[in-house]
Nanobody, 115 residues
Framework: VQLQASGGGLVQAGGSLRLSCAASSSIGIIRMGWYRQAPGKQRDLVATMISNSGSTGYADSVEGRFTISRDYAKNTVDLQMNNLKPEDTAVYYC??????????WGQGTQVTVSS
């Protein structure tokens, strides 16, 4: 499974961005999500969605501001980010987990929020 992320950029605090991640195949994908990594920090989970149920989960820091969604016809997972804060600045990675136990990662897209 190959993942291609897009949609990052520079935005002022309070603004919005939408990230999108296209998967080369949906076969075997049981969960998709987004992680982020700020300079000097570990990679942390931002949001996740279970494929068969549509159940979602969010980090406390983004709950109520970010929304994850899937387009199963297009094999994409999007992350709508509203009311962005400078602390949301990071490289964002999409990820997919499969039935055969592998985790795949996209190349990362930079999100920078200015104060």
């Amino acid at each position: 499974v190959q993942l291609q992320a897009s949609g990052g950029g520079l935005v002022q605090a309070g603004g919005s961005l939408r990230l999108s991640c296209a998967a080369s195949s949906s076969i075997g994908i049981i969960r998709m999500g987004w992680y982020r990594q700020a300079p000097g920090k570990q990679r942390d989970l931002v949001a996740t969605m279970i494929s068969n149920s549509g159940s979602t989960g969010y980090a406390d820091s983004v709950e109520g501001r970010f929304t994850i969604s899937r387009d199963y016809a297009k094999n994409t997972v999007d992350l709508q980010m509203n009311n962005l804060k400078p602390e949301d600045t990071a490289v964002y990675y999409c990820t997919a987990a499969t039935t055969w136990g592998s985790n795949y990662w996209g190349q990362g897209t930079q999100v920078t929020v200015s104060s």
